[in-house]
């Protein structure tokens, strides 16, 4: 599957910003899809998570409340709505399919929170 991520960009903190990610390729419901952020020079890191189906979702604690994930499978496109934004959340973002090896990778977007 070809994942496409777009949605990023420059934001004061306590904003919002909500990130896309349009795949291709595979039948997006049977697929699991998360949300991963780097930092240069750091690990990649887990963000958030959701079933195929959209019925399970899974958030690192560290966005639990501010951060809700989603997915539209007839548009075949994965959703980040990000609220309550902070400098640290600041880092490039990518989209994934297929775990637990995440087998599929999108190109990344770039998020930045203005303090």
């Known amino acids: 599957v070809q994942l496409q991520a777009s949605g990023g960009g420059l934001v004061q903190a306590g904003g919002s910003l909500r990130l896309s990610c349009a795949a291709s390729?595979?039948?997006?419901?049977?697929?699991?899809m998360g949300w991963f952020r780097q930092v240069p020079g750091k690990n990649r890191e887990f963000v958030a998570s959701?079933?195929?189906?959209?019925?399970?979702?899974f958030y690192e604690d560290f966005v639990k409340g501010r951060f809700t994930i989603s997915r539209d499978n007839e548009k075949n496109t994965l959703y980040l709505q990000m609220d309550s934004l902070k400098p640290e959340d600041t880092a490039i973002y990518y989209c994934?399919?297929?775990?637990?090896?995440?087998?599929?990778w999108g190109q990344g977007t770039q998020v930045t929170v203005s303090s």
């Open positions: 994934a399919a297929d775990p637990p090896l995440w087998d599929s």
């Open positions: 390729g595979r039948t997006l419901s049977s697929l699991s």
């Open positions: 959701i079933s195929g189906d959209g019925g399970s979702r």
